[in-house]
T-cell receptor, first 116, second 115 residues
C-alpha cells in the first residue's frame, strides 16, 4: 500500500518556540493532505485540510496563525506549531489521499509533541 | 453534519474467539463511505476495511468483516479468531460526499485480547 512518513516522530521543545512537522507521501502524489490532533485516550480530531498549491481549510476552533500548514508540493505538507505552549502537547497525525475519487486515506505514523 | 458513535469504550475478548465492535452513524449525505482503522500503542493508524453506502454486500478483508445495516445506520466490525496482536484501539470513521471529503472519526473502542 501507499506509504506516508512523518518527521520527526517525536519532539520536545521549550515553550515559546516553533516546531515544524513534515508529512510526506513516499510513493504516490497526494492532492489532499489532512492534519489531525489526538489527545491521550481520545479520538482523532481534524485540524485542517490542505490541497496542493492552495491555502489550507481549517476546522472551527483551530487557530490558523498558530498552526501554519503548507502544502507546497504533491508529496509534502508541513505543519508548524508557532509559539508552542504546554497545552499544544499532543499527538499529531497526517494523512494523505490521492484524489477525491479515492476512498482510502493513508496515515503517517504520527508525531508526538511535548512542550515544556 | 456527520456523526459517528462507538458506544463501547473498552472490550475484552478471549484469544481465538470472535468479537464485534459497534459503530453507528448519522449523515444526511445519500452517498458515503465507512471505514475501520486500528491504532496500536505505537500510534500508527492502520486501515482495516471499507464499506460504501451503495455496496450490496458486506465488506470482508481476511479476519475482518463489516456488518453493514444501512437502515439501522450501523457498521459493526467483526474480528474472527482474535489474536493477541489484535489488542489495540479501533476507530470507525465516515466520509461523505460533501465539500472536503474528510473523515469523521468515532470515539474509539479499546480491544484487549486475553490469552
Amino acid at each position: 500500500g501507499a506509504v506516508v512518513s512523518q518527521h520527526p516522530s517525536w519532539v520536545i521543545c521549550k515553550s515559546g518556540t516553533s516546531v515544524k512537522i513534515e508529512c510526506r507521501s513516499l510513493d504516490f502524489q497526494a492532492t489532499t493532505m489532512f492534519w489531525y490532533r489526538q489527545f491521550p485516550k481520545q479520538s482523532l480530531m481534524l485540524m485542517a485540510t490542505s490541497n496542493e498549491g492552495s491555502k489550507a481549510t481549517y476546522e472551527q476552533g483551530v487557530e490558523k496563525d498558530k498552526f501554519l500548514i503548507n502544502h507546497a508540493s504533491l508529496t509534502l505538507s508541513t505543519l508548524t506549531v508557532t509559539s508552542a505552549h504546554p497545552e499544544d502537547s499532543s499527538f499529531y497525525i497526517c494523512s494523505a489521499r490521492m484524489g477525491r475519487g479515492y476512498n482510502e486515506q493513508f496515515f503517517g505514523p504520527g508525531t508526538r509533541l511535548t512542550v515544556l | 453534519a456527520q456523526k459517528i458513535t462507538q458506544t463501547q469504550p473498552g472490550m475484552f475478548v478471549q484469544e481465538k474467539e470472535a468479537v464485534t465492535l459497534d459503530c453507528t452513524y448519522d449523515t444526511s449525505d445519500p452517498s458515503y463511505g465507512l471505514f475501520w482503522y486500528k491504532q496500536p500503542s505505537s500510534g500508527e493508524m492502520i486501515f482495516l476495511i471499507y464499506q460504501g453506502s451503495y455496496d450490496q454486500q458486506n465488506a470482508t478483508e481476511g479476519r475482518y468483516s463489516l456488518n453493514f445495516q444501512k437502515a439501522r445506520k450501523s457498521a459493526n466490525l467483526v474480528i474472527s479468531a482474535s489474536q493477541l496482536g489484535d489488542s489495540a484501539m479501533y476507530f470507525c470513521a465516515m466520509r461523505g460526499n460533501h465539500a472536503g471529503n474528510m473523515l469523521t472519526f468515532g470515539g474509539g473502542t479499546r480491544l484487549m485480547v486475553k490469552p
